[in-house]
């Protein structure tokens, strides 16, 4: 019985000491181990205020252009959702005005996500980020 | 009439050589760069901090505070790159020297390290290094501008000019940067560096920030940390690695040797250097370039 007791007692003071002492993985700071990509389609509208020679590219993707000009031009580049890659967008204006516009409207799944307005007279070049 | 126009030739000569230059001392490279932009012939910039120098290892001597106490504005980093700078300012403040300090005109965000080595983080870790945003710079060119009209109320037309003209500078220098980056993807936008200082610019252009703690610093980095730091180069994939001043070349050699990385080039972290990159916009434009290039 004494053996028992002992035993037992034994046990349930090993029991705090086993937890504090185990040894343990070492906590690693690195974000090594990446997120899976999420490949979604964008939608991008470029709108000219008037006709244009229009041209859209991002990294990794085929670069889109109007010919010989036009006032939109809509293309679809499948990114990664948590990383999406850089628009370059340009417009050419056929004739050169003050305050010509681009207007850059990027949407995925339906949503809005970007619509912004480039100002210029007889050309556009620029970096659209999504967000 | 011949005499009238000379009278008026020799009062306009007699004024450009009588007006008095605003004298300036700058604690920054970058800020030195800003108040010539600014300041053009109304200013004369007394360059405490000189390119290519460590403002880290800087400490003011007895000349410098005479130096200092002779102008009519000093302009300072803040944010606690200058530990120094509380006991400048009261030992020169007898003087009637007004200081111009950066930090608090811009957007100041938090260090990646909290016990970031050589900087002393009076302001709970924020970091110092602001002109990494060209943001920024153009709100520190604004005040700079204020604080020169302060100075020289006459020249007030020029100075604002100036600015226009530098503000418009780097403006197009910010489009270059983001054209100039689009052709990196994000996946990889990683910076080792030896040094935390490229926050700024990381946040600015979706960059990851990997420091070497300790590479520039007589603190040695633990080599658990070195392995880790390997092992997410592997990992990720990772081409290059920047080294602002190697003053630990041994474990930046192992870095490379162990993680497949190559040396991807200096870049200019705590102010301007020398050449192309002796102004701020020749700086921006060479850390870029050689960015881009080791990275792509």
């Known amino acids: 019985m004494r053996l028992v007791i002992l035993i037992c007692f034994l046990a349930i003071a090993g029991i705090p000491v086993y937890l504090i002492t185990r040894s343990r993985p070492l906590l690693v700071q690195s974000s090594g181990e990446l997120p899976a990509k999420k490949i979604v389609p964008y939608e991008i509208t470029l709108t000219a205020s008037t006709p244009a020679h229009l041209a859209l590219a991002a990294v990794g993707q085929k670069p889109v252009e109007s010919s010989p000009s036009a006032e939109s031009l809509i293309a679809t580049y499948s990114m990664d959702a948590s990383k999406p890659e850089d628009l370059v967008v340009k417009a050419r204006f056929v004739s050169p005005q003050k305050n010509a516009a681009l207007r850059i409207q990027v949407q995925a799944s339906g949503k809005m996500l970007k619509d912004a307005t480039l100002w210029g007279s007889e050309s556009i070049e620029d970096v659209i980020s999504i967000p | ?296």
């Not at chain 2, 300072?76 to 700078?85: V, W």
């Not at chain 2, 920024?136 to 037309?157: H, K």
Request: glycine residues 8%; charged residues 20%; hydrophobic residues 40%.
């Open chain 2, 1 to 296: 009439m011949r005499h009238i126009f000379s009278v008026w030739i020799f009062i306009g000569l007699a004024t450009a050589v009588w007006a008095e230059s605003i004298k300036v001392a700058s604690l920054s490279t970058v800020l030195s760069d800003i108040a010539r932009n600014v300041g053009g012939d109304r200013v004369e910039v007394r360059e405490i901090i000189k390119p290519g120098s460590d403002p880290h290892l800087y400490e003011p001597t007895p000349g410098d505070i005479k130096k200092i106490s002779n102008v009519q504005i000093v302009l300072a980093n803040g944010l606690g790159f200058e530990p120094y700078l509380d006991k400048l300012r009261s030992s020169v403040e007898k003087s009637g020297v007004t200081f111009v300090v950066a930090g608090s005109a811009v957007k100041p965000i938090a260090c990646m390290e909290v016990d970031h080595h050589d900087h002393s983080h009076a302001d709970n870790a924020t970091d110092p290094h602001w002109w990494h945003s060209i943001a920024n710079v153009e709100a520190v060119t604004l005040q700079v501008r204020d604080a020169f009209i302060a100075a020289d109320p006459v020249g007030r037309t020029e100075f604002e000019a100036n600015a226009k003209a530098f503000e418009d500078k780097l403006k197009s220098l910010s489009k270059w940067v983001r054209l100039e980056l689009a052709a990196l993807p994000k996946s990889k936008r990683i910076l080792v560096t030896s040094h935390d200082a490229l926050g700024y610019f990381a946040k600015d252009y979706g960059f990851e920030i990997l420091p070497v703690q300790g590479i520039s610093t007589s603190d040695q980095p633990s080599s658990q940390k070195v392995r880790h730091l390997i092992q997410e180069i592997k990992d990720r994939q990772v081409k290059a690695i920047f080294a602002e001043n190697i003053e630990n070349p041994k474990v930046l050699r192992q870095i490379t040797i162990e993680s497949g990385a190559n040396l991807g080039g200096t870049l200019y972290a705590d102010g301007l250097g020398s050449g192309d990159a002796g102004t701020y916009l020749g700086m921006m434009r060479s850390n870029v370039t050689t960015i881009v290039g080791a990275l792509q």
